[in-house]
């Protein structure tokens, strides 16, 4: 299966869900400080149980303290 994740074309070998995409790139499963969007629609943390299929385009933003 392929998708893109912040532009960068990744592959998996079946269905992901979006919780797991999200602990592999951030290092947590945590949504604090995450958002994720699937195609252009903002995701809630209440359905990353979503399985990413192929085609999908995923974005994920980390909110970062800065000053």
Do not use: C, F
């Amino acid at each position: 299966m392929e998708y893109t994740l912040n532009g960068e074309p990744r592959s998996s070998d079946g269905p992901i869900a979006v919780s797991a995409v999200v602990e592999a790139e951030t290092g947590h499963a945590s949504p604090k400080g995450v958002a994720v969007a699937i195609n252009g629609d903002v995701v809630p943390a209440s359905n990353w149980s979503y399985k990413v299929t192929d085609g999908d385009e995923l974005d994920i933003l980390v909110a970062v303290q800065g000053g």
